[in-house]
């Protein structure tokens, strides 16, 4: 069961006022926990500014990197990434372009992307210090003449401080 929590003195806690469902598929305060039945991964939003407040949970099934780093399959975001249970990671082993560019998509859809951006632009973009939604891609280091194997790394562990590595092999 989850709710959304209102921050008290700049923290988040169980004792601060929370929103939750209010019977009607909206937000209201102090309202019913929300529930997810299935284990996985989500990606949950809430505007809490809009009227009715509202939500959306929608389930990422599968990551993966798009765009013109990648030397087969630069439309699409497969092979998918695998998620390693113990590191808390997705991870995938792919060759790469220097000079070139890329985004983390989940889903094989551009409905879910993320890139490299300044964290303090806002709302509702914002993933992390170094990350977030429908934003700029990442740039490979090199020259664009040279295919190197990267490992590279998507954490989503921690919310709102997402990260990603590049590890050349």
Known sequence: DY???TSVQNKFQASNPYYGNDGSGSLGLNGAAINIATAGY???MADI???PKTY???AITAWGIIGDAKVFGALNSLPPMTYDAADKK???VINLKGGKSFKFRANNSNGINLGTGDAGSGMPDYAGATMKYNVATISVPGLSTVTLPYVVTLDLSSPRNYTY???KQ
Do not use: E, H, N, P
Request: avoid cysteine; proline fraction near 0%.
């Open 42 to 44: 989500y990606r949950i």
């Open 49 to 51: 500014g809009a009227s």
């Open 3 to 5: 709710r959304f929590y």
């Open 90 to 92: 997705w991870k995938i």
């Open 56 to 58: 959306s949970i929608t």
């Open 165 to 167: 590595t590049l590890v």
